[in-house]
T-cell receptor, first 112, second 112 residues
Framework: QKEVEQNSGPLSVPEGAIASLNCTYS??????FFWYRQYSGKSPELIMS????GDKEDGRFTAQLNKASQYVSLLIRDSQPSDSATYLC????????????FGKGTKLTVNP | DAGITQSPRYKITETGRQVTLMCHQT?????MFWYRQDLGHGLRLIYY???????DKGEVPDGYVVSRSKTENFPLTLESATRSQTSVYFC???????????FGAGTRLSVL
């Protein structure tokens, strides 16, 4: 059973701070890694994708991947109250017919 | 994104009844997925489809049936609903980039 683990939180940060979200995965063959944001009562929305080791930056968001450690992280700089949501880590399955395995999510609250 | 429409948005039914949840995509993306999301379990894959007339089981397929006679439609049927199937159901489709999934708005199902 392929697994993706995330701290459930809740993670609380003050406005303007850096929020750090972490994810580990069990399938060494995974090649694609994603972060989805899900507001309460809404559907998951893709915010970042990363495929190779290192950092990928998009605006205030930075995704970090370390395949040797099987670790993915998401940094949110200058956190805003509108960033308050649950963040889902998703990982592709090697030979898995386009399937993704999702973590249970980390709930982030950004306090004004 | 894939322009995914789910219907109904909300459904209340009784145990033992058959229920069909609809999913329609405006694009002709090949892969489509059905997930359920429950507190404490995150997103779990029920069934997925690689193309019309090609479907396969996911992590939690028991009690569900799918069909895909047309590329754009992927209905999910609960043959005899049980209370344990009370959940939020999301349909997703893979976009142009490999493994990137886009989600519909979801169907909140209550089985009484």
């Amino acid at each position: 059973q392929k697994e993706v683990e995330q701290n459930s939180g809740p993670l609380s940060v003050p406005e303007g701070a850096i929020a750090s979200l972490n994810c580990t995965y069990s399938d060494r063959g995974s090649q694609s890694f994603f972060w989805y944001r899900q507001y309460s009562g809404k559907s998951p929305e893709l915010i970042m994708s990363i495929y190779s080791n290192g950092d990928k930056e998009d605006g205030r968001f930075t995704a970090q991947l370390n395949k040797a450690s099987q670790y993915v992280s998401l940094l949110i700089r200058d956190s805003q109250p509108s960033d308050s949501a649950t963040y889902l880590c998703a990982v592709s399955i090697q030979g898995g017919s386009e399937k993704l395995v999702f973590g249970k999510g980390t709930k982030l609250t950004v306090n004004p | 994104d894939a322009g995914i429409t789910q219907s109904p948005r909300y459904k209340i039914t009784e145990t033992g009844r058959q229920v069909t949840l609809m999913c329609h995509q405006t694009w002709s993306h090949s892969y489509m997925f059905w997930y359920r999301q429950d507190l404490g379990h995150g997103l779990r894959l029920i069934y997925y489809s690689a193309a019309a007339d090609i479907t396969d089981k996911g992590e939690v397929p028991d009690g569900y049936v799918v069909s895909r006679s047309k590329t754009e439609n992927f209905p999910l049927t609960l043959e005899s609903a049980t209370r344990s199937q009370t959940s939020v159901y999301f349909c997703a489709a893979e976009g142009r980039a490999k493994n990137i999934q886009y989600f519909g708005a979801g169907t909140r199902l209550s089985v009484l």
